[in-house]
């Protein structure tokens, strides 16, 4: 069992910026990769981004992609997205999540709020 908590998000202009935490805690010496996922008001959730643990491959959606940068520090099993240029359409629950192999994504957090105002 691996437990995630975000943290980091709240409220900001846009063309702003934020920095999302996910610190991991429980069996996360299996951790395979990591990712971030957001729903919107009314939306299916999506993908937003992934890092693999081993190596640091990282993988964007093309909505985010020159815009947010994932990143990880093993040492404290944490994950971050740094989140620049806000956009309104940025607005969304952000969730924290991790597998241990190539499979579905096995754990998730509770989720953050990210509101970007006008």
């Known amino acids: 069992q691996v437990q995630l908590v975000e943290s980091g998000g709240g409220l900001v202009q846009a063309g702003g910026s934020l920095r999302l935490s996910c610190a991991a805690s429980?069996?996360?010496?299996?951790?395979?990769?990591m990712a971030w996922f957001r729903r919107a008001p009314g939306k299916e959730r999506e993908f937003v981004a992934r890092?693999?643990?081993?190596?640091?491959?990282?993988i964007y959606a093309g909505s985010v992609k020159g815009r947010f940068t994932i990143s990880k520090d093993n040492a404290k099993n944490t994950v971050y997205l740094q989140m620049n240029s806000l956009k309104l359409e940025d607005t969304a629950v952000y969730y924290c999540?991790?597998?241990?192999?190539?499979?579905?994504?096995?754990?998730w957090g509770q989720g953050t709020q990210v509101t970007v105002s006008s």
């Open positions: 999540a991790n597998k241990f192999d190539v499979g579905d994504w096995a754990y």
């Open positions: 429980g069996r996360t010496s299996s951790t395979y990769a």
């Open positions: 890092i693999n643990w081993s190596n640091g491959v990282t």
